[in-house]
């Protein structure tokens, strides 16, 4: 199992900036059964975990209290969420989820793709990806880290991967209807049309926002002429 060490934050507003600075990302440890705490991991460290553990993988968090008469608590977690610099795309905060090993919990799993479909190789087709990962429900230590699909079965266009197709690991429900699609392959002429697609859909959207400004200026002349017509007749009538 990973093993990730964190140590007990104190750097809280403005001194958190300071700390991604020097590499140190700032984040939380949480749970239902352990109160809420602010801690801070390695940035470098943290990512080498966190891409072969993923938000579905269980690790063992090492929390240092940094005092010479602490203990190290260890815990198993989730990485439940990372925020995002919106920039770079690094992130900036972490948060770590403590679970009930007993308890089902829900967690995002990344959809791997393995193959290559005849419909794409021999039929000219592309291959689309509608379901790229997926909402889970399982015990803790039984989430996936990923889940396969084999697309080398797709071998005309109309042939189709569904949700109830999945090969799934035992005790492990996925969120989602039986018969949605995760993925297909798309013939040319198919392809061709979604791409001009949206161009005609924002045409026509500019087509119908102009319609409806053109009608509330005629609705705007026509009050404004209303209201010049009362104001003369209420001069001639003086």
């Known amino acids: ?32 059964k352990i109160k809420s705490q602010p801690i801070k991991v390695d940035f470098k460290e943290f990512e080498q975990v966190f891409r072969e553990a ?14 010479a008469s602490g203990q190290v608590k260890k815990g198993l977690v989730l990485i439940h969420e990372t925020k995002q610099d919106p920039l770079s795309g690094k992130p900036i905060h972490i948060d770590f989820y403590q679970p009930i090993l007993t308890e089902e919990v829900e967690a ?13 190789k021999e039929l000219g087709g592309t291959l689309v990806k509608e379901i790229q990962e997926l909402t ?34 035992k005790d492990v429900k996925i969120k989602r209807e039986p018969d949605d699609i995760v993925a297909l392959v798309m013939p040319p002429e198919k392809v061709e049309e979604e791409l001009e697609k949206p161009v005609e859909e924002k ?15 005629k609705s705007e002349e026509k009050k404004k002429e209303n209201k010049e017509g009362e104001e003369k007749e209420r001069k001639d009538n003086k």
């Open 1 to 32: 199992m990973l093993t990730l060490r964190a140590k007990i934050r104190k750097e809280v507003g403005k001194k958190v900036k300071l700390l991604r600075k020097k590499g140190i990302l700032p984040a939380v440890l949480y749970g239902p």
């Open 54 to 67: 993923g938000e579905s993988s269980l690790i063992s968090l090492q929390v240092d209290p940094s005092t």
């Open 108 to 120: 995002t799993v990344p959809l791997v793709f393995e193959g290559e479909p005849p419909a794409v």
């Open 136 to 169: 889970v429900k399982a015990l803790p230590q039984n989430l996936p880290h990923e889940i396969k699909v084999n697309v080398g079965g797709l071998k005309v266009f109309e042939d189709e991967i569904m949700i109830k197709d999945l090969e799934l690991p």
């Open 203 to 217: 045409v026509e959207e500019v087509e119908e926002v102009e319609g409806e400004k053109k009608e509330e200026e």
